[in-house]
Structure formats: C-alpha cells, structure tokens
C-alpha cells in the first residue's frame, strides 16, 4: 500500500494545513484515520520525508517505494510545506521543526509493528525532529543529511534521542554532494553570523562528511559513505543505497 501524509495546506509549499491522510491517485482521496489504523496494525510501515524545494514530491517518493515495495507492506509518503523559493531555506528549517512534531503525533498510538523512517536533506531534519519528539523509531534513515555533522552526538541537539527512541540509526553520505558542499555551508555561515557569533564549528553537512566525531555519537549510529552517488538527489534510485537500507531489515 502506497500512500500520503499531507500537512500542507492543500499543495502549499509555505503553509500548514490539517494533517490529512490520503491515497495516492489523481484525484487523491481522504482517508480516515481509522482506515489507515486498521491498514497498518501488525504490518511493517516505512514513511519517506522529501526536503527543501520540492514540489511535486510524489514522484520522487514513488520511486523510494519502488525500491521497497517487498519489504514494507505499507509506505508512506510525508508531504509537508518545504519552500519552493531560492531563498525560503530557513523558513523551511523552521517549518522541518513543526512537521517533526506532527509527525510523532500522527503516529502516536497507530497499532504497526515496526516503523521504518526515512529522511532526504532537510527532511532529514524533520525525522530528527519527530524522533525528539517522542516518536519510537526501529530503523531511522537519513540520507543527504541536511543537518550539522555534530548534531547527532550524544552531547549535542539529537544524538541522546536517537539513543533512546532508535533501534538503528544510517546515515547515508556522499563527498560527491555539491549541494551541501556548498550551499549547506554558506547558510550555515549567514545564520551563525545572522546571530552575532563569529565563531563556532566548520558548518559542514552531516551528509556531506559524515558525523564530524564517531566516537561521540550514539551506539546504535551507523554511518555509511555512499561513493557511487553522484549528486545531492540521486539517492532515490542508487542500488547502494538501498542495499544499505534493507541490509537493516
């Protein structure tokens, strides 16, 4: 089963609107939540979160699904209000907070058996975000990381919450990522210097470079380079990657 959680409002890319359970045909129909209680009770669940920019996320998302299908009985797909603007990306960051948090009250209490998580640059952020909110995760999956590489120590912003509400934690990252290579860091930059501190770590993505110290993150992190990627979305039908992801399974 194929199916979308939308938080945007309508097919907004700024706004929230209800969190809606929906299928994926044209037109899309509303599902109740009873129906997809009743849809994932004892099943293994896998949701997909798109990052910055995205507007039409279905297609991207549909092609995850297609690497997945015989391994999830039900996939989901997290639409949430990104950005579409060249310079909405810190908005977006703060809208990635909220959605976590959606997110983990859209699951609360849903009878699956496993729940599955994975996240793409700065839907990565909002996995994070769910998981810090409580949300119980048995294999969390962040690819192109658009996050500091230090923040999933367990002495910084995730890395105690990944410890406690994460079976497994992958992280998915490639040095061929000119994306992060580039834009993650300059915004990086503007925010620090946005907030008067002209000092602080190197702002590098964590799915640029990895997490910046191993020895300092959680037990249940694991870290894979990914070397055959060749640029910021190719994840979605990169067999490497996915042969990480089910090796999980």
Same mark, same amino acid.
């Given at each position: 089963?194929f199916t ?7 097919d ?31 099943n ?8 910055y ?23 989901c797909?997290l639409?949430?209000?990104g950005?579409?603007m ?8 703060? &809208? $990635? ?5 959606? +997110?983990?009250? !859209?699951? #609360?209490?849903?009878?699956?058996r @496993?729940?599955? %998580? ?10 994070l975000?769910?998981v &810090? $909110? ?5 294999? +969390?999956?962040? !690819?192109a #990381?658009?996050?500091d590489?230090? @923040?999933v120590? %367990?002495d910084?912003?995730?890395?105690a ?16 990522d000119a ?5 993650f860091?300059?915004s990086s ?7 008067f ?13 990895g997490?910046?110290?191993p ?5 249940n ?5 990914i070397p ?5 979305s ?12 089910l090796?999980?399974?």
């Amino acid at each position: 089963m194929f199916t979308r959680l939308n938080f945007r409002d309508g097919d907004s890319t700024r706004c929230f609107g209800p969190n809606t359970w929906l299928t994926t045909m044209h037109p899309p129909e509303v599902i109740s939540r009873e129906t997809m209680a009743y849809a994932v009770d004892g099943n293994d669940v896998a949701v997909g979160i798109h990052g910055y920019n995205v507007d039409e996320a279905l297609p991207a998302l549909s092609m995850v699904y297609d690497n997945l299908k015989d391994a999830y009985p039900v996939f989901c797909a997290l639409t949430w209000p990104g950005s579409k603007m060249r310079l909405g990306y810190w908005p977006a960051e703060q &809208r $990635a907070d909220e959605a976590g948090q959606r +997110l983990a009250e !859209a699951f #609360a209490g849903l009878p699956y058996r @496993s729940l599955d %998580v994975q996240g793409h640059s700065c839907g990565c952020r909002v996995a994070l975000e769910a998981v &810090r $909110a409580g949300l119980r995760v048995r294999n +969390l999956i962040l !690819a192109a #990381a658009a996050v500091d590489n230090e @923040s999933v120590q %367990v002495d910084k912003k995730y890395g105690a919450y990944l410890q406690t509400n994460c079976e497994h934690v992958l992280v998915a990252y490639s040095h061929n990522d000119a994306v992060l290579k580039k834009a993650f860091r300059v915004s990086s930059y503007l925010k620090r210097l946005a907030r008067f501190k002209l000092w602080g770590d190197d702002c590098k993505a964590l799915g640029y470079t990895g997490p910046q110290n191993p020895e300092k993150c959680p037990f249940n992190l694991e870290a894979v380079e990914i070397p055959s990627i060749t640029g910021h979305s190719r994840y979605k039908d990169n067999k490497d990657y996915f042969d990480a992801w089910l090796r999980l399974i």
